[in-house]
């Protein structure tokens, strides 16, 4: 199994590394928008199985009007 699609390069789209065999994680399980500036994301590792939590913290941009 391959995972070469662009998709999974695009910029801004969250990948890690799991933390117990560096395995790249390129989907969160589930992610939980804390509020404008946090997100949460839960992976889990498809080769170890290890399960993980990380907090995303944006710079607090300025609202432009549109
Ligand atoms: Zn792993």
Same mark, same amino acid.
């Given at each position: 199994?391959?995972? %070469?699609? %662009?998709? +999974? ?17 390129? +989907? ?22 290890? %399960? ?15």
């Amino acid at each position: 199994m391959q995972l %070469q699609s %662009q998709s +999974a390069l695009r910029p801004g789209r969250p990948t890690t590394e799991c933390a117990q065999c560096f395995q790249r994680i390129y +989907a969160a399980e589930w992610s939980e928008y804390l509020d404008d500036r946090h997100v949460r994301h839960l992976w889990a590792c498809d080769a170890c199985g290890y %399960q993980f939590e990380t907090l995303v913290t944006f710079p607090a941009y300025p609202r432009t009007a549109a």
